[in-house]
């Protein structure tokens, strides 16, 4: 979803100015940063040797600069 946000404005701007699935947050996104940065700890703290770790951590990592 990420990816299709930084590469079309239109469903950027949707997701964006989509209502909350709670009142925690005030946008719909608001959430995303917190999850993968946990995600991202949790994958750096996990065995790094796995090829599945590697490959959830640099998705995760990805999904942070579409953010920025």
Known sequence: MLSLMSKDDVIA??????VPHTYQFARFTDWFRVYLENQR???ERSNSYNSYFKNKYDSVVKSLTYLD
Do not use: G, H, L, P
């Open 41 to 43: 700890t949790e994958t």
């Open 13 to 18: 701007k949707f997701v964006y100015n989509t």
